[in-house]
């Protein structure tokens, strides 16, 4: 069975930091590529990342580019996502999800995680 | 960027009714259109993917159709289970986009 779970969220103030993790089992870890999606309280889905099942490619949104690294360990099929220079707008519900298959333009979501909260405040 | 635009926004129906959602994007994405249902407090569910294709363990009463710009998702014989949001995504090209999301209530 398919299973992605993500920690790490929590309170933190405008300009600090915080690092998401994303746990996953169920299938061949390398073989898929992986994302990361956010929701603003009662807001839509936005894609934030992507990194391929190497790692070797990783794609950005413009909202995030410069401030946020994606990275993985593909040794303890571990994903994670670096948050710097945090924003109130970066205030959302963060989901890992998986692709549906391993580059860099894998773009079908077909497994998602219960999510974590990231909550930007002074 | 391509923009998804979700029609309506809310819709309500009763159980036992067939509802039709429909996404339009901004330029063609030939069949790279999936759908997700999510249901209040809880984590987006892949439906459909490429345009038609049922997702393993999706219920036969959901079904999409469209190709090129214009794209509908059919839901048949609802039920309680399925008022929740569901969202179009192309994926065709990034940034991947999602529609604003049809919030699907009871009657």
């Known amino acids: 069975e398919v299973q992605v779970l993500e920690s790490g969220g929590g309170l933190v103030q405008p300009g600090g930091s915080l690092r998401l993790s994303c746990a996953a089992s169920?299938?061949?870890?390398?073989?898929?590529?992986m994302n990361w999606v956010r929701q603003a309280p009662g807001k839509g889905l936005e894609w934030v990342s992507l990194?391929?099942?190497?790692?070797?490619?990783?794609k950005y949104a413009d909202s995030v580019k410069g401030r946020f690294t994606i990275s993985r360990d593909n040794s303890k099929n571990m994903v994670y996502l670096q948050m710097n220079s945090l924003r109130v707008d970066d205030t959302a519900m963060y989901y890992c999800?998986?692709?549906?298959?391993?580059?860099?333009?894998?773009?079908?979501?077909?497994?998602w995680g219960q999510g974590t909260l990231v909550t930007v405040s002074s | 960027d391509i923009q998804m635009t979700q029609s309506p926004s809310s819709l309500s129906a009763s159980v036992g009714d067939r509802v039709t959602i429909t996404c339009r994007a901004s330029?063609?994405?030939?069949?790279?259109l999936n759908w997700y249902q999510q249901r209040p407090g809880k984590a987006p569910n892949l439906l459909i993917y490429?345009?038609?294709s049922l997702q393993n363990g999706v219920p036969s009463r959901f079904s999409g159709s469209g190709s090129g710009t214009d794209f509908t998702l059919n839901i048949s014989g609802l039920q309680p289970d399925d008022f929740a949001t569901y969202y179009c995504?192309?994926?065709?090209?990034?940034?991947?986009?999602f529609g604003q999301g049809t919030k699907l209530e009871i009657k």
């Open positions: 490429t345009a038609s």
């Open positions: 330029q063609t994405i030939g069949n790279y």
């Open positions: 999800a998986k692709s549906d298959c391993n580059s860099d333009s894998c773009y079908t979501k077909d497994y």
């Open positions: 169920g299938f061949p870890f390398v073989n898929y590529a």
């Open positions: 995504q192309q994926s065709y090209s990034s940034p991947d986009t």
């Open positions: 990194i391929s099942g190497s790692g070797a490619g990783t």
